[in-house]
Antibody, heavy 124, light 113 residues
């Protein structure tokens, strides 16, 4: 069975950093693009960042570009999100998400597997 | 960025009746290279992560009941629940994956009347 388990969330003060991790199992991790999607309390879904299967194509939402870095370590079946200069508006539940596409074209497709999420609280 | 809008914001439907949700994109999601619309629908129940229902605008994900159907192309799309069941109470989101940022609609809340 396909599983995505996020970790690394917690409480942090504005301006500080946090690193999220996602452990994947049950599928060929290096065959698929991966994403981070967040959801603020009581709000809708916001795509944060995505990486192609080999990390060769990476994209970010404008709201996090320059502050967040998505990366993956295929040998460890792991996805990461380094979050620097955190702001109050970054507070949300962060989901690790598997892309449905397997291959290089198109690089990104629909999001077919979601973890349970890890909560990031940014407050002074 | 591609802006996604949904209507209505919420709707209440009697059990067994049809529920219809509209989604519009600010630009066409139809890719000429493969003649596919890069549009997905997700269902999110309270305290759960979203679940993929429909992709390529009309392809049902494996395991999704056939009462869920997607239609449309280009900029106008529809999710139809043909016979609403109690377990379908949720928020439904459309999403474009044509170009990053991969934007979601604001969501439509579906309840039982």
């Amino acid at each position: 069975e396909v599983h995505l388990v996020e970790s690394g969330g917690g409480w942090v003060q504005p301006g500080r950093s946090l690193r999220l991790s996602c452990a994947a199992s049950g599928f060929t991790f290096d065959g698929y693009a991966m994403h981070w999607v967040r959801q603020a309390p009581g709000e809708g879904l916001e795509w944060v960042a995505g990486t192609s299967w080999n990390g060769g194509l990476i994209r970010y939402a404008a709201s996090v570009k320059g502050r967040f870095t998505i990366s993956r370590e295929n040998a460890k079946n792991s996805l990461y999100l380094q979050m620097n200069s955190l702001r109050v508006e970054d507070m949300a539940l962060y989901y690790c998400v598997k892309d449905k596409g397997a291959g290089s074209y198109p690089a990104f497709e629909a999001f077919d597997v979601w973890g349970q999420g890890t909560m990031v609280t940014v407050s002074s | 960025d591609i802006v996604m809008t949904q209507s209505p914001d919420s709707l209440a439907v009697s059990l067994g009746e049809r529920a219809t949700i509209s989604c519009k994109s600010s630009q066409s999601l139809l890719h000429t290279s493969n003649n596919k619309s890069y549009l997905a629908w997700y269902q999110q129940k309270p305290r759960q992560p979203p679940k993929l229902l429909i992709y390529w605008a009309s392809t049902r994900e494996s395991g999704v009941p056939d009462r869920f159907g997607g239609s449309g192309s280009g900029t106008d799309f529809t999710l139809t629940i043909s016979s609403l069941q109690a377990e379908d109470v949720a928020v439904y989101y459309c999403q474009q994956y044509y170009n990053p940022p991969f934007t979601f609609g604001p969501g439509t809340k579906v309840d039982i009347k």
